[in-house]
């Protein structure tokens, strides 16, 4: 069969999106546009963007945010949905599974979290910018895995699946930051509505509802409750994740025996004169290969496949070009400031160091081993790749210093720069390839 001519333009497009580094490209592409548009004649026109503001609701019901607000309370609660649903599936089958195969990534870390955060403290004790100790302890996984794969095959892919795990072990560490550090006030009553909105979730799981709609209502409301709970309604999308079902509802053995049987109601349906279009019992087949199919995926499978892209080449560079637009008129002063140079410190040398210890620690006191084909060179590449902090530190650092420009500006500076030497150091580390030196001293635990 000839193929359309539409196939010849998507099919290249679609290749390029399931790339590793397509994500973190269009992300770095849209940052690069909101500075630019930032510091260009037309900067007074991007601030003003953001800040439009938006009714949300009908008649009295309805709240009004800025456009900014939207995309950093609403958007990006979907991206934290995305970011559970993946904790979830590496929790259960992944490589959080047991505690063996979660031992390393873990500390590893806990590690990168605790001695950036250390470090920020540091820079800035006895101020009131010590709030931002958040700001230095996240990884974006994005960039950090779309380096890896400009690397392809010089890297093993067991060092992939340790800084993917890493990446995850490590959002859910922020997303625990966030929900109990960087919230202001408490409403009880909008949290209680919260609470019977997830438990709802619960019972839907256990009675066996799969339909995403159902749960994308439940969302919803759930979204409202902790908005108005003072929580960040972020994690609304954390906590409906894990509610979300991960049983199937037929076995492997029941989708084969039920796949053959429509297939070859297929094949006995087939006649020269006849068409899929035109033949009821063709139709009749496909309807029923679709329905097993659908049976034979866990909803958290079909929801993270979903999202992802809409996460990856939506959501984030909307993100980036909301947030990354920081005025370097005036604010150059700001680079040497405690703040900028905590966030600098924390992320490009207080990451690498934290996840190089705790790893180390690790397997010397017998938790955790490393992969043979792993070596110290590149895990201390994969440690300098944690310090890009990018999407998930410009989130904290909104949450930290919202209320003040000028921190929130230094803060920005020092992720920026912090992620690009980050980048750069992990990348000309890993690029050298496998040594001949091998972690002899890791593997003896």
């Not at 333009?9 to 397509?22: C, D, E, F, K, N």
């Not at 970011?83 to 959080?96: A, M, P, S, T, Y």
């Not at 040398?349 to 180390?360: E, Y």
Request: glycine share 10%; with cysteine; hydrophobic share 55%.
């Amino acid at each position: 069969m000839k193929r359309p001519l539409i196939d010849h333009i998507t099919t290249p497009l679609s290749r390029m999106m399931q790339t590793g580094p397509a994500g973190g490209m269009v992300l770095l592409v849209c940052a690069a546009i909101a500075l630019v548009w930032a510091n260009s004649p037309w900067a007074h026109g991007y601030h003003a963007l953001w800040e439009t503001r938006i009714s949300i609701g009908v008649a009295a019901t309805h709240a009004t945010l800025t456009l900014h607000e939207v995309v950093n309370d609403g958007l990006m609660a979907v991206f934290f949905f995305l970011v559970g649903l993946e904790i979830k599936r590496e929790i259960l089958v992944g490589e959080l599974a047991s505690v063996r195969q979660a031992a390393l990534p873990v500390a590893a870390a806990l590690g990168g979290m605790i001695v950036p955060a250390t470090l920020f403290v540091a820079f800035n004790v006895s101020t009131h910018a010590t709030r931002g100790w958040g700001i230095p302890m996240a990884t974006d996984i994005a960039f950090a895995l779309g380096v890896l794969a400009l690397l392809g095959d010089r890297i093993p892919s067991s060092l992939r699946v340790f800084l993917s795990a890493l990446a995850i072990a490590d959002d859910l560490g922020a997303v625990l930051v966030i929900a109990l550090f960087y919230t202001a006030t408490i409403s009880w009553g909008a949290l209680v509505a919260a609470a019977a909105l997830l438990l709802l979730s619960i019972i839907a799981n256990a009675v066996g509802i799969r339909a995403t709609w159902a749960y994308a209502l439940i969302g919803l409301a759930l979204w409202v409750a902790v908005l108005l709970s003072g929580v960040h309604a972020t994690v609304a999308g954390v906590l409906l994740a894990f509610t979300i079902p991960t049983r199937t509802r037929i076995d492997e053995s029941a989708f084969l025996a039920g796949a053959r049987d429509a297939l070859a109601d297929f094949h006995d349906a087939h006649k020269p004169e006849a068409t899929v279009l035109s033949s009821r019992a063709h139709q009749v087949a496909l309807e029923q290969l679709n329905t097993l199919a659908d049976h034979a995926q866990a909803p958290l499978v079909r929801l993270e496949h979903g999202l992802s892209g809409i996460v990856n080449f939506g959501i984030m560079p909307v993100f980036a070009l909301a947030n990354a637009g920081v005025s370097l008129s005036g604010s150059g002063h700001l680079i040497t400031s405690p703040v900028a140079v905590g966030v600098l410190a924390g992320l490009f040398i207080g990451k690498p160091i934290g996840i190089s210890l705790a790893t180390w620690l690790s397997v010397r006191c017998g938790i955790a081993s490393i992969p043979a084909d792993v070596t110290r060179r590149m895990l201390f590449g994969v440690a300098l790749l944690g310090g890009i902090g990018f999407t998930m530190s410009l989130f904290i650092a909104g949450l930290a210093f919202g209320g003040s420009e000028e921190l929130l500006t230094a803060a920005k500076l020092g992720i920026f720069a912090a992620s690009l030497l980050a980048g750069f150091a992990g990348w000309m580390v890993l690029r050298r390839g496998q040594p001949s030196l091998a972690l002899s001293s890791y593997h003896r635990a």
